[in-house]
């Protein structure tokens, strides 16, 4: 392994335990107190510690734990290492907040505004757990199980079985809860793909000139990245252009533009927003 790859693997560490961390703060201080049913173990532990004798989060540890030894069964050695790792530590850790930080009421008077934390700080969490390679565990874990044995839509069993969830809140707790819940599982996809967009959002510019190589030295040698360059001819005067293609960071992406606005103002530029560039200096695939 080189330097590069270990720190990147020390750093994916770190990202795994911060978001977990941001996941579990959701789901202890703001869900668990209103009773926010929305889907997965921790939806599953709620309704279980209502009419059960035990919290929520003993609940949330004791099926998270046997998700584990049936994923270890069924999966093998393709069961994700920071899979196992996230649902430990999620489980262990809403175990620590219960002892540490007893909550037995809503940290607040407006349930409005516990529920959008409730949905923002889970689906952040979950969303960075994605980003990196790993997932939260709980139903993923039968939802990987499923996928190896079965050609069924995994998506649509994770949903109905959300749905499942969320439709016993109104009849374990109440019909307001239910609604809160139901108002939760709608915005928490759209919230978690909206976070991951933004986390690998990059911009790729078509700039159209008639002189690349300042653009390019530019690019390489002060931003540090590459580009790709090609011949064309304009539609309309037939006269030869050049293309350059290049993929930024965000903030990269003004530098370039202001340079290229300032040293040749009358390239045309193209600035698209891109959420899935894969390759060196961006993403692996794995």
């Known amino acids: 392994m080189t330097k590069h790859e270990r720190h990147r693997e020390i750093a994916d560490w770190i990202w795994l335990t911060i978001a977990t961390i941001i996941l579990d703060i959701g789901v202890y201080v703001f869900k668990f107190p209103n009773n926010f049913t929305f889907g997965g173990v921790t939806g599953i532990s709620m309704i279980l510690a209502r009419i059960g004798s035990l919290s929520p989060a003993t609940y949330n540890l004791i099926i998270n734990m046997a998700l584990l030894v049936i ?7 393709s069961f994700g290492i920071k899979t196992v790792y996230v649902s430990v530590l999620n489980s262990l850790l809403l175990e620590f907040m219960e002892y540490a930080f007893p909550m037995d009421k809503p940290l607040t008077n407006q ?31 039968v939802a990987m199980i499923v996928k190896k044995y079965t050609s069924f839509n995994i998506g649509t069993a994770l ?12 009849f374990v707790f109440d019909v307001e809860t239910g609604l809160f819940s139901f108002t939760g599982l709608m915005a928490k996809s759209l919230v978690i793909d909206g976070v991951i967009e933004n986390i690998n959002l990059c911009k790729y510019f078509t700039i159209i000139c008639d002189d690349p190589e ?23 005067a037939h006269g030869e252009k050049t293309v350059v293609l290049s993929v930024m960071k965000r903030s990269q992406a003004v530098m370039l533009r202001n340079y290229v606005h300032s040293t040749q103002p009358g390239s ?19």
């Open 71 to 77: 994923g270890f069964i069924f999966l093998g050695k």
């Open 159 to 170: 949903f109905l079985v959300d749905l499942s969830i969320t439709v016993c809140a109104c």
């Open 111 to 141: 349930p409005v505004l516990e529920l959008i934390f409730a949905i923002i700080l889970p689906s952040v969490g979950a969303a960075i757990l994605f980003n990196r390679g790993a997932s939260g565990g709980g139903t993923d874990i």
């Open 214 to 236: 300042p653009i390019c030295k530019y690019i390489t040698e002060t931003l540090g990245k590459s580009a790709t360059v090609f011949k064309a001819e304009g539609a309309y």
């Open 268 to 286: 045309f530029i193209m600035i698209t927003n891109s959420s899935e560039i894969i390759g060196k200096g961006f993403r692996g695939l794995n």
